[in-house]
């Protein structure tokens, strides 16, 4: 890759003045700088920064689920790991952390809204890990990242029902009663060619309970009827 | 999960006894016996330990990568860490440690010779990376299993090669030299139903390269001829 200094100026772009964040302070701030920038901005950007820390953040969160749930098994560990990691809930992190604030962007990503877009935010994120941990260690890196993600690993659900979606819960509901399993039925097809929108029902015999769910593909629809089945089951 | 203290009796099963493996010596040997421990012979078993082994194995492979290729980009790097950790080269590892000597199988496992079998190999060795770790430390168990992934780092192929296949590098190397790209054809299928045996060709016009390959798909076919075809022009 060829060194190329170009940087994009940016209406308050702090990042190559940054040298603390996250209540972290950098001993080198380049990197801090690097994880702050993306590819569209030029070279040196945060692509390598973010496939270490990828590595780092799954190391940080499967250890902290393997003491969190000390009889969980291995299904239920790794389900509640792709929850915590993956795009959507690393890019929560980044909005919390004010991340997209200080990211560089080039021309191009800046007038499209990158600093606001979830991958642009959760690859920051994990560029940003890596920078701490380059910066002092494992030990300290982990230190400052584990508290990011302890609020999400408290809102977990019981190992069982995590990650588990709608129609798998209810269906083990179910089953678990010795119970007949919900049928599902399409009612509704409709919307543009682009943009169809599905309306399923869900119907259980014992208890006697009728839904319906609307989504942009059958399943989705059927999904959100089982979740509709699963609060009046569960309530 | 309920603790079932069963073991199996096992001619030369020493996985209770041991305290040191693989040049390590645990203080806690109780994390060596899991470790070496397959679900078929009851709990405590190996699979807990393999979940966060995995993210251990995957971070200690991914840093080294990263300090040792300093200029490869993201993807080399996805690619080289595919071919590290992949379930054949841990089991490879495995063996080399001769961790299936001291594997405690169930007997229907063992009756197929489970203690051979490369994803049983697999998931024990990322246990035992896990049973060092919580022995002592993240630093620790770095400096344990890093040199085992050392001899496979350094023969790795170049970042801009490593984890293609021969089709794509094959036609990378003729891109570059702005040469007409490979024909492929099918030459024979034959074989059973349940074994077809494709054989394809490779023809390149410049230089003139004529190659065949054997595969029970067509794809490997030419994969094979287009692999006989790289080894004339790189030769």
Redesign the interface.
Known sequence: ?PSRPLRVAQAGNDATRLREFAGYAFAAPALLAQALTHRSAGSPHN??L???G???V??F???AL?LHWP????GA??RA?AELVRESALAGLARELKLGEHLVLGPGEMKTGGHRRDSILADALEALVAAIHLDSG??ACRAVVLPWFAPLIEALPPPNKVGKDAKTRLQEWLQARQRALPAYALVEEGGDDHARIFRASCTLAEPAVHTEGEGSSRRAAEQQAAEAALRIIEA
């Open positions: 890759m692509e390598r973010e496939f270490l990828d590595a780092l799954n190391q969160v499967a250890e393997y009889k969980a098994d291995e560990l790794t790991r494992f030990e």
